[in-house]
Nanobody, 124 residues
Framework: VQLVESGGGLAQAGGSVRLSCEASGRTISDYAMNWFRQAPGKEREFVGIISWSGSFSYYADSVKGRFSISRDNAKNTVYLQMNGLKPEDTAVYYC??????????????????WGKGTLVTVSS
């Protein structure tokens, strides 16, 4: 599976951005889809996950209530809607596919496929 993120760029604090992750090579309906992020000088961290059909999702505490993940399996695409952006949301955002879904923080080492990331910069 090849994953390509898009939609990153510069945003104002309090604003919104929607990222897309388009897959090719295999249907993403076989995978739970995750979003991770890596801020400058920090380790990559889990943002959220959506189950194979989209019925379930789980988010890190730092983004809960502000970010939401959706998916369109017919388009082989996953989305990350980010609202109420804060400067500390500045990071490279990655989508990742994994066979397993559970409602909890997911380890990056458990991911099967990764995109190359897209940078989101939030200015104050």
């Amino acid at each position: 599976v090849q994953l390509v993120e898009s939609g990153g760029g510069l945003a104002q604090a309090g604003g919104s951005v929607r990222l897309s992750c388009e897959a090719s090579g295999r249907t993403i309906s076989d995978y739970a889809m995750n979003w991770f992020r890596q801020a400058p000088g920090k380790e990559r961290e889990f943002v959220g996950i959506i189950s194979w059909s989209g019925s379930f999702s789980y988010y890190a505490d730092s983004v809960k209530g502000r970010f939401s993940i959706s998916r369109d399996n017919a388009k082989n695409t996953v989305y990350l809607q980010m609202n109420g952006l804060k400067p500390e949301d500045t990071a490279v955002y990655y989508c990742a596919a994994a066979v397993t879904y559970y409602s909890g923080v997911h380890d990056e080492n458990a991911m099967d496929y990764w995109g190359k990331g897209t940078l989101v910069t939030v200015s104050s």
